[in-house]
């Protein structure tokens, strides 16, 4: 999940495209004020996502789409065709946790 304004991640949650990880996502964010939801049309965000929130167009994806592009370019586990694997879930979990932390600027070890 991200902040289009504010220019900051949110949270994650790691698992399918489907409706299951969705809710674990939207479970995480319960206690923030939402009051825009942008996805594309897959059909699993319709199932929990509130229609009142939720705009569907691949036109305002474009936020979301470019944080991604910054986990592929920094995590190699994530680019296509890689040598470069996660072996494990919980690898996975804290390397994209630590990104998110540093891009924050939430790390105060790298100062």
Known sequence: AIDRVGKRFINCSFGSRGTET??????KLKDIE???VMTDHWKAYAEFLPA???TRSKAETY???GYNSIFRHFLARLRRKSKCYTKSIEMLRYSVLLLMKFRNKELTIFE
Request: zero cysteines.
């Open 34 to 36: 939402i009051k825009e």
């Open 52 to 54: 009142a929130i939720h």
């Open 22 to 27: 969705g809710i674990q996502l939207w479970d």
């Open 63 to 65: 936020t979301v789409e």
